[in-house]
């Protein structure tokens, strides 16, 4: 745990209680956020997100702004740094009905700042596509929760570490996003990025994404994208909350450029 | 956790560190074992079924014997009682990529044996039809993994005290399993069960009965079962390593019996 720092529900602590429930059955929600400047970057969305996805799992929210102080506690002006939060349902015995009166469990941890090469921001990265799908439940689509094991396991399928990242579709064929990243193409002149009523993560760099591109005038769709359209795309661009945009300049064996649309959503600014 | 007991990795613990991938990802497997007579019951099957789930998700596996004599060592005579054993991945940074070098995790622990009304076993229970659904996925089909929010989102459907376990479909209307128990019917004199090669879990409790059924002439057929089918079902029960077999007496208005074929598979013992 090198450079990392934790917070159990507001204590310093390097373990969390054997019996809770994220741990038996990943029953909670997680953010992950880039800290630059002694800020926490879009936070208020990360919030909304994690609100929203507790909301739907029936677990009670912790005060938001709680959670702000106890990332900015630990952050004490390090940065860049990433500040990662997972809420979950709490202590539970067992069994999956949780006990009741359980109170969420508030882990927040500061972890340093990943390094990637510069030039996958600058020159575009390249990508595999991971025989690992998606499976599709409109239950827990879009909410960034703690069963992650269909990313676990796309993300073993490569160790080149020339491959910055792997595109996932779902089980009926559908390109939904890479493990880490959500995916946007250009097609003429518009943005499209899958629709994500079945699985994936509904991103906060997505959404920033797209509001950029509303004010740009680019017209922006949610849809469905099949693995043909990914790659005769005119242009296919990554997005993080920590790594930002990346374009994409290789599929597989599949070459492309960073275009004109990717440029300008990358340098516009956000307010 | 009163009444409970853990060992992490060996050791006497109330916590598991707070970066365990079990907790950010799920990335792990469990098993549910009944300890009775100071024994625990089934455990070259559930050791089995550990180890083929270790394996599909690409954890190195610890020592089964190593695991057992952990689990008796915690038992210490006590009985019943439940024993559960979880493995993780590990300890991980952030990220899907497991850091190279990671040493699988084992949690172990001693929890009360539950106490369910004599009459689910004697008489059969009362059940619902849950609306949450199971995805699908071929590569985590089986596996007692823990990734069960779908299970936990079931589980909260209902409260009343009375209704013992919940049936959930897949999102393709195909019946598969109960909340935390595998799911068999009887019908013209042969034993149905859902085939799990979507989704479920693979129980050991549905094993043995599936060998018992075997032994006694039975015809045992794994296949694709639609809500109809268990409802004009002649017979419906339910097996859970801990509870064995409940038969289903009702589910939601639909009254049923539990019947001579539930009734001699309950009564047949494993060598």
């Known amino acids: 745990m090198s450079g990392v720092v934790v917070l159990v529900n507001g204590e310093p602590a390097d373990a969390v209680p054997a019996l809770n429930r994220g741990l038996a059955y990943g029953d909670g929600v997680f953010e992950t956020i880039a800290a630059r400047d002694g800020l926490l970057e879009h936070w208020e969305r ?27 506690g630990l952050l004490g002006g390090r940065s860049p740094a ?6 979950t349902r709490g202590e539970g015995g067992r069994g999956y009905a949780p006990p009741a009166g359980a109170a969420p469990t508030r882990i927040v941890s500061r972890h340093p700042f990943p ?18 799908r998606l499976s599709c439940n409109p239950l827990l689509a879009g909410i960034k929760h703690l069963n992650r094991l269909e990313q676990v396991l796309a993300r073993r399928e490569w160790d ?12 009926v064929d559908r390109v939904v996003e890479a ?4 995916l946007f193409l250009v097609r003429d002149g518009a943005l499209l990025t899958p629709r994500l009523t079945a699985c994936g993560v509904a991103g906060v760099m997505r959404a920033v994404i797209m ?22 795309a005119d242009e296919v661009f990554l997005t993080n909350s920590l790594s930002g945009v990346w374009p994409v300049r290789r599929i597989g064996g599949v070459v492309l450029e960073a275009g004109p649309v990717t440029r300008k959503l990358m340098m516009q600014t956000d307010d």
């Open 211 to 232: 509001e950029r591109a509303e004010r740009l005038g680019v017209p922006v769709e949610e849809t469905e994208l099949g693995r043909d359209e990914v790659e005769s």
């Open 115 to 132: 390094e990637w090469p510069a030039a996958w921001t600058g020159g575009g990265v390249r990508v595999c596509w991971c025989e690992t």
């Open 82 to 87: 990433v500040i990662k939060i997972i809420v």
């Open 160 to 171: 080149d570490p020339a491959i910055a990242e792997g595109l996932m579709m779902d089980t």
């Open 179 to 182: 493990t880490a990243r959500n």
């Open 46 to 72: 990360h919030a909304r997100r994690m609100l929203s996805g507790l909301a739907r799992l029936g677990i009670p929210a912790p005060d938001p702004e709680l959670l702000r102080s106890e990332a900015l």
